[in-house]
T-cell receptor
Framework: AQSVSQHNHHVILSEAASLELGCNYS??????LFWYVQYPGQHLQLLLK??????LVKGIKGFEAEFIKSKFSFNLRKPSVQWSDTAEYFC????????????FGSGTRLSIRP | DGGITQSPKYLFRKEGQNVTLSCEQN?????MYWYRQDPGQGLRLIYY???????QKGDIAEGYSVSREKKESFPLTVTSAQKNPTAFYLC?????????????FGDGTRLSIL
């Protein structure tokens, strides 16, 4: 069965630290990849997505992610985090074989110390 | 403003009772989704629909039912067969049938058992 793994359940960083959140998926076919963010009390919103082309994609608020096909990974990065980045982050995978099916990872809670 | 409206925001269910969660979108999106969000488990796909009068089971469809009679509406019924219904339920929609389109999410319904 297809699955998405986010191994970091809770990450705690100080402001200005660098961030990398892991995302791995198990699916052998073509995929589209997404990172969503859920700020406290707000609904889920798209951070960035990979559809095709350059495997390094840039999103909003200084986030970027790199698709490494050989590793089935799509890790999220930010060089210098801010207190306002405190949120829960979800990786999601869209499956080409079932064009509308999108599955999510378990999420990573990011806490930033001011 | 275009968006997704979920109602009610909070819902209480008695043992043995069916309840229906509403999801309406005015984004003219073809695909709609229901997810269940539990702490530490991320979003798990219950049902999704690519077009009107068609829907598919997700990973945890048992104890739930849906209908898609209109493009803008995708109600979810939590039946008495769902033994652990207490959770936060999220509805989403997406334009087109291509896997690369991101989802738009509603604000969610929190269901609790009395």
């Amino acid at each position: 069965a297809q699955s998405v793994s986010q191994h970091n359940h809770h990450v705690i960083l100080s402001e200005a630290a660098s961030l990398e959140l892991g995302c791995n998926y198990s699916y052998g076919g073509t995929v589209n990849l997404f990172w969503y963010v859920q700020y406290p009390g707000q609904h889920l919103q798209l951070l960035l997505k990979y559809f095709s082309g350059d495997p390094l994609v840039k999103g909003i608020k200084g986030f970027e992610a790199e698709f490494i096909k050989s590793k089935f990974s799509f890790n999220l990065r930010k060089p210098s985090v801010q207190w306002s980045d405190t949120a829960e982050y979800f990786c999601a995978v869209g499956l080409y074989s079932s064009a509308s099916k999108i599955i999510f990872g378990s999420g990573t809670r990011l806490s930033i110390r001011p | 403003d275009g968006g997704i409206t979920q109602s009610p925001k909070y819902l209480f269910r008695k043992e043995g009772q069916n309840v229906t969660l509403s999801c309406e979108q005015n984004l003219n999106h073809d695909a709609m989704y229901w997810y269940r969000q539990d702490p530490g488990q991320g979003l798990r796909l219950i049902y999704y629909s690519q077009i009107v009068n068609d829907f598919q089971k997700g990973d945890i469809a048992e104890g739930y039912s849906v209908s898609r009679e209109k493009k803008e509406s995708f109600p979810l019924t939590v039946t008495s067969a769902q033994k652990n219904p207490t959770a936060f339920y999220l509805c989403a929609s997406r334009a087109g049938q291509g896997a690369g389109q991101p989802q738009h999410f509603g604000d969610g319904t929190r269901l609790s058992i009395l």
